[in-house]
């Protein structure tokens, strides 16, 4: 069976968030090299979702009411969206209540603060790459200078694309993913953010 398939499947061929039965497509929970993809990672949601959820601005917090429900799913993909959701939109009141009552395990909850919405405009931590673009986690960049990797032989060599970084939140600096089989601390400086066609 296939992803969609599968999704399908154990959504009952609806949105996993809002119950709607339109536009329906995968969505793929960010950043993926920690916990996103595949059947765990992804979700079924329709357009009306995944607008809201990769949009900041477009956030319409009514429709987010249906997260009372979705929010007690047992599929890790969901509670994380539903607890990332129900954060960024806090400041309403009633979100607040709903995220008092969620019981995330600690792993699902590191997960969920990857996206850093959890927190407040003045706390986030934003990285920039070497041009001064906004990195964001499960974005692709490409080394602009070769670099030695600490405690190996390794060089990653100029040119070299990494893909689905992840963030560190305690240092702008900084971010991680994977060259070749090795997972490596990179400094921003030294990456240029691919546009999602490369």
């Not at 950043?31 to 900041?56: F, R, W, Y």
């Not at 919405?117 to 080394?143: F, M, P």
């Amino acid at each position: 069976m296939s992803l969609q398939q599968d999704l399908q499947t154990r959504s009952g061929n609806q949105c996993e968030l809002c119950a709607s039965t339109n536009n329906l497509s995968i969505y793929d929970v960010k950043p993926s090299i920690t916990g996103g993809g595949g059947v765990d990672g992804s979700l079924l949601a329709c357009e009306t979702c995944s607008i809201q959820i990769d949009n900041v601005d477009d956030t319409d917090a009514n429709h987010w009411r249906c997260l009372n429900d979705s929010m007690w799913s047992e599929c890790r993909a969901v509670k994380v969206v539903a607890w990332r959701m129900l954060s960024r939109l806090r400041n309403e009141g009633w979100p607040k209540d709903l995220l008092e009552m969620m019981y995330m395990e600690d792993d699902d909850l590191r997960f969920a603060k990857e996206s850093g919405d959890h927190l407040d405009d003045s706390e986030k931590i934003i990285h920039r790459d070497a041009n001064g673009s906004i990195l964001q986690a499960g974005d692709s960049v490409v080394l602009i200078k070769d670099l030695k990797v600490k405690g190996s032989s390794l060089v990653a060599k100029q040119g070299t694309a990494v893909r689905r970084i992840s963030l560190d939140h305690e240092n702008a600096k900084y971010i991680e993913g994977k060259v070749g089989p090795t997972q490596i601390v990179i400094i921003t400086d030294y990456v240029k953010k691919m546009a999602e066609k490369e």
